[in-house]
């Protein structure tokens, strides 16, 4: 691929991740304030309509990995656009929580989707010198899509709805785009099926992995489903600071980009306990009484930065702990970090309506601290 093909293709990778990650998987806890006044959700229910799309995800990235092997990489992506374009068309057109509780979840499929055939074009596409690079920039799309629903969320205020219209067209926009990037031969024709999950399993190199994923995946739902309803009902926040706060999140996650830099430089370990203890602070900042800018903004740094760095220490550790299939070994770590998310989120919503907002956000601060014993065998 020369340079300009490959700079399409990576640019284009970036956009999909930040419609799929940063607007139909993570653009639910920006709008809950609203979405939950509309329809009336309380804390436990919304918990459970935010677990449905990472268990959706889970499902749709072990899948990913066999549709790579059948239907090739670009074809896989060029799903992931579309579904995340039909997703948050349902969002935007639900009329109950039933019908919101549908189109979270099948809009949560599309970042399973796109991830791994991703890493399988990349691998493919790239030089070797190069892979870590492009897998972590393509990695950092979550914070432009988290950035990019923050103003229109300021634009339009209490509008979820026509949000979520435009977060759609969005998606369709970048699947259009896809078709002309992607390489038009990324099927992996010849490439033998990979093993099951449990042949996998039974390298003792994996599971580190796979704990820290799970993990950081519990303790990241207390800012990415329940950030905007804490904002809003314990500190008293405004909307508009609300969507500030996502902008930064987003903004400050453009650092994930260093990721493969700075596990060259300092090594893996180093970086993802760093980055733990990072995700760790900022929850407990917003249980500090007041909710004052100073704390919540601060959260909002620290969480953006860490969380896409910390994705990105698993995207890589992911990949060489299966050198030999590496969309398998992101997906592998990506899905865990999404089972995370799926326990996370009812029992952060359980928490904080039953102990109070305090003692569930001191409880996952805590959590996000236990990997840090876990590191690289």
């Known amino acids: 691929m020369n340079r300009w093909g490959t700079r399409s293709f990576v640019a284009s990778g970036f956009a999909l991740i930040a419609v799929a990650y940063g607007l139909a998987r993570f ?10 006044a509309e329809l009336g959700l309380g804390p436990t229910e919304a918990g459970w309509i935010g677990s449905g799309a990472f268990a959706a995800y ?20 060029l799903l992931a656009g579309a579904v995340a374009a039909v997703g948050m068309a349902g969002i935007a057109a639900s009329q109950d929580a039933a019908m ?19 890493a399988l074009a990349v691998s493919e596409r790239i030089e070797p010198v190069q892979q870590g690079a492009a897998n972590t920039l393509i990695n950092s799309g979550t914070s432009a899509g988290v950035v990019l629903s923050g103003p229109v969320a300021l634009v339009l205020a209490e509008a979820w709805r026509e949000a979520y219209w435009l977060f759609a067209l969005l998606s369709f ?19 033998a099926e990979p093993k099951p999950f449990r042949e996998y399993m039974r390298h003792r190199v994996l599971m580190p992995v796979l704990l820290t994923s799970a993990l950081m995946g519990v303790s990241s739902t207390a800012i990415w489903t329940f950030g905007g309803a804490i904002l809003s009902d314990h500190a008293g926040w405004t909307d508009t600071r609300i969507a500030g706060v996502w902008i930064v999140i987003g903004a400050s996650g453009v650092a994930g980009a260093a990721a493969g830099p700075l596990i060259r430089r300092f090594g893996l370990n180093e970086v993802h306990r760093a980055s733990l203890a990072a995700i760790a602070c900022s929850i407990l900042l917003l249980s500090i009484p007041g909710g004052g800018l100073i704390w919540g903004f601060g959260s909002a740094v620290l969480f953006g930065a860490a969380y896409i760095m910390m994705t990105g220490v698993i995207l890589v550790w992911g990949v060489e702990a299966v050198p030999e299939y590496p969309a398998f070994g992101l997906g592998a770590g990506f899905l865990s970090i999404a089972a995370g998310q799926v326990a996370g989120a009812p ?13 569930a956000l001191l409880t996952f601060s805590a959590l996000a601290c ?3 014993a876990i590191k690289r065998v």
């Open 58 to 77: 889970c499902v749709a990235t072990a899948a990913a990995a066999l549709l790579c092997v059948r239907i090739g990489a670009r074809r896989t992506l």
């Open 173 to 191: 926009g970048v699947t259009v785009w896809l078709c002309y990037s992607m390489p038009p031969v990324a099927a992996a024709k010849g490439r």
């Open 100 to 118: 919101l509780a549908v189109s979270v979840t099948f809009a949560g499929l599309s970042p399973g989707l796109a991830s791994p055939p991703l």
């Open 27 to 36: 653009a639910y806890g920006l709008f809950l304030p609203a979405l939950a």
């Open 370 to 372: 236990l990997p840090m």
């Open 347 to 359: 029992v952060f919503g359980y928490l904080y309506e039953s102990a109070g907002v305090v003692p």
